[in-house]
């Protein structure tokens, strides 16, 4: 299974040195492929490459700020996905970003958990979940394992019902092991449910 993360750029710009560092190091360990610049100048050359996805950048920066180079962005790539990061929120740099087709605002410091689900959920809106296979597993196993209780099954008598081993439903179930189209037609059957229910709202 090939994980998408490592195909996904992300630019940060940023004027401080240390918030480019540290989100550099955190979008790195979580497989994406980052590049971060500290001048507002550098972050448009860099657009003009068409290599990245996404765009986390820092309202308040010296020369040019982060709306200006916001209005440039946009000029070179429309479509291209970008997070308002910053420590001085107000409504009117909000609305302003809203209007550049900004996809987040996000507010220094900031949660790395929550900056994660920020992320998947801009990539996913985009098209660009960071795992739809990975994802698409959870989905049917959590599914899988929801209906299995609310019909007080065992994951013995599920076997039982379907031919397939205790140990395969239960890596179904954990997202653990990919089912085959065929595995999953004896499981909807075994639940008496229709098999597209298995893939939730995916």
Sequence with gaps: MTNLTSQIGILIVDDDREICEYMETFLTRDGYMVKAVNVPEDALEEVQTGQYHLVILDLMMPKMD??????????IDSDLAVIIFTGYPSLETAVASMKLDVVDYVK??????EFREVLDRVLKRKGLARNPEEQLHKVIGATIRALRKERML???????RTSLSVSLLS??????SS??????????LALDTRITRLFGDF
Excluded: C, D, H, V
């Excluded at 065992?154 to 039982?160: D, N, P, S, V, Y």
């Excluded at 089912?179 to 909807?188: E, F, M, N, P, R």
């Design 66 to 75: 982060g709306i200006e180079l916001l209005g440039q962005i946009r000029k």
């Design 108 to 113: 220094k410091p900031f949660n790395p958990e």
């Design 154 to 160: 065992t994951l013995k008598q599920m076997a039982r």
């Design 171 to 176: 890596q179904i179930e954990r997202a653990e």
């Design 179 to 188: 089912a085959s189209i065929s595995s999953l037609y004896k499981i909807a």
